[in-house]
């Protein structure tokens, strides 16, 4: 059975997709992000401050890898993993991709409050999710499977991932 792996930027929904999907196939979720944290004793936040990104981008492929042997599992991920293509390749090896999308305003309605995003602190957050967004959208947009999830509750983007898996 492949696994089911949600890719997009931060604040597009993948977690709670995640958790949706798991609990609908009753099947073991991995949040690579949260698995990340266990791992290290401690929050994506410090391992940037301490030891900058590259360091957590190292752990995170790492994890792409271990992942990519499993089957039957729901994987959430952190909205960087595309930018090493390694990631891609370990993590479609052994599942489908889906992309989620929103636009800068629902994004950065679905970040607001949330302090644990160390790559969104600072004065000005739109600017720099935009970029990001900016910089990352050739690898987003690389990925076959593209849910758009403006005006979508969790709950129905969980139902078409379930819809395309079924086609
Ligand atoms: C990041 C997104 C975060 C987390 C880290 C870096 C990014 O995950 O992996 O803070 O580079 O976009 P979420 O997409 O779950 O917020």
């Keep these: 059975m492949r696994n089911i792996v949600l890719v997009g930027p931060m604040g597009s929904g993948k977690s709670a997709v995640a958790r949706i999907l ?4 009753n099947r073991p979720l991995i949040d690579l992000d949260a698995l990340a944290e266990e791992r290290e004793g401690r929050t994506i936040a410090a391992m940037f401050e301490r030891d900058g990104e590259a360091y957590f981008r190292d752990l ?3 994890l792409c890898r271990e992942v990519a042997e499993r089957d039957g599992v729901i994987v959430s991920t952190g909205g960087g ?3 090493r293509l390694e ?3 370990a993590l479609s ?3 489908r991709l889906f992309c989620l999308r929103a636009s800068v305003d629902t994004l950065l ?4 409050n949330e302090t644990h995003r160390p790559l969104l602190r600072g004065d000005d957050p739109r600017a720099r999710l935009a970029e990001l967004l900016a910089r990352r959208k050739p690898m987003y947009d690389a990925i076959a499977d593209q849910i758009e999830t403006d005006g979508l509750s ?3 983007v969980a139902a078409r991932i379930l819809q395309a898996c079924a086609d």
């Excluded at 798991?22 to 196939?25: E, G, K």
């Excluded at 309605?109 to 607001?112: P, Q, T």
């Design 87 to 89: 990631n891609l390749e």
């Design 60 to 62: 995170e492929s790492r």
């Design 154 to 156: 969790p709950e129905e």
């Design 22 to 25: 798991a609990d609908r196939l």
């Design 81 to 83: 993993v595309v930018t």
């Design 93 to 95: 090896r052994n599942g």
């Design 109 to 112: 309605a679905r970040v607001r």
